[in-house]
């Protein structure tokens, strides 16, 4: 049986405000964007390459608004993507050198935390 991971929930205070960063700043596709009703809209956003989406919205979630962690993105080069984040206006951490991989951290405007990663390449020895 496949078990898939295919969306997560993202607690935020301003839906605009989120869908902007995420798709304007951080470069991921906005896929869905519906209000059902006054008490719910819901915004399906997916980072480029991926299986997996975020979800913001009203209604969506009982979560505090930034109480997110360890959310990770894989990137094939960390280099890139930390200048990407940073040529787009995201206040992004130094890249960080570690033996499991090379990582950057930032955060949406809410405070959900978010890590980057390039996997070291498996050398033949």
């Not at 209000?35 to 979560?63: H, K």
């Not at 960080?96 to 990663?117: K, R």
Request: aromatic share 8%; glycine share 8%.
């Amino acid at each position: 049986m496949d078990w898939k991971l295919e969306l997560v929930a993202i607690p935020v205070t301003d839906v605009d405000r989120a869908k902007t960063f995420y798709v304007d700043q951080v470069g991921f596709v906005a896929d869905h964007d519906h209000t059902v009703s006054d008490e719910m809209r819901f915004v399906q956003l997916t980072p480029s390459g991926s299986a997996c989406s975020i979800a913001i919205g009203r209604g969506i979630t009982d979560a505090e608004p930034g109480s997110v962690r360890g959310m990770q993105l894989v990137v094939p080069d960390i280099n890139a993507a930390h200048a990407s984040l940073q040529e787009h206006g995201v206040e992004v951490s130094d890249v960080q050198h570690l033996p499991w991989g090379d990582f950057v951290f930032f955060s949406d405007p809410d405070g959900n935390g978010w890590s980057v990663q390039a996997i070291p390449t498996q050398s033949s020895a």
